[in-house]
């Protein structure tokens, strides 16, 4: 399997000078485009992020966050979605960013439901769709089955350490 360093960034970022992140050997960068069922959602630093991620030749991907309660909920977070990407180019899939602690108590059927609402939503628009979960969520509250066509941007985190090398994207 091909590896490659990237980036994952949102608000919680702040200003980014993307010309350096090349520099640095950065290869591909996912943007938070936003969270929930609100276009209002839509991050504030995604525009810039593309903008200037593209500017400085790094190719891009991004995610929603989700914290839908329903398959219903879940396919009004994948218009708020298409709407703030809408008119953009990736070269990288848009991932479904689900792990809220207010989803936590779904069973598998349920969660399952949400992800592959939206999933089903923007591969309909024609973008290339993962999931993005922990791993205990891809064991334990995912029925993996029925997300096994999309790609898995599997989220683990070091606790207690300090990381100044850049993230890894785990295509599994």
Known sequence: MAEFQGIDVSKHQGGILWPQVKEAGIQFAILRAGYGRE???KDVCFEENYKNAKAAGIPVGAYWYSY???AEDAKKEAAACLACIKGKTFEYPIAYDVEDHSQAGFDKQKLTDIVTAVC???EAAGFYV???ANKNWLETKLDYERL???DIWLAQW???I???EPT???LI
Do not use: F, N, P, T
Request: glycine share 0%; proline share 0%; hydrophobic share 45%.
């Open 39 to 41: 276009v209002s959602q």
């Open 68 to 70: 839908a309660v329903d």
């Open 120 to 122: 089903e939503e923007l």
């Open 130 to 132: 993962m999931v993005y």
């Open 148 to 150: 096994k066509q999309y």
């Open 158 to 160: 070091l606790s207690l």
């Open 162 to 164: 300090h990381i100044s």
């Open 168 to 170: 890894r994207l785990a």
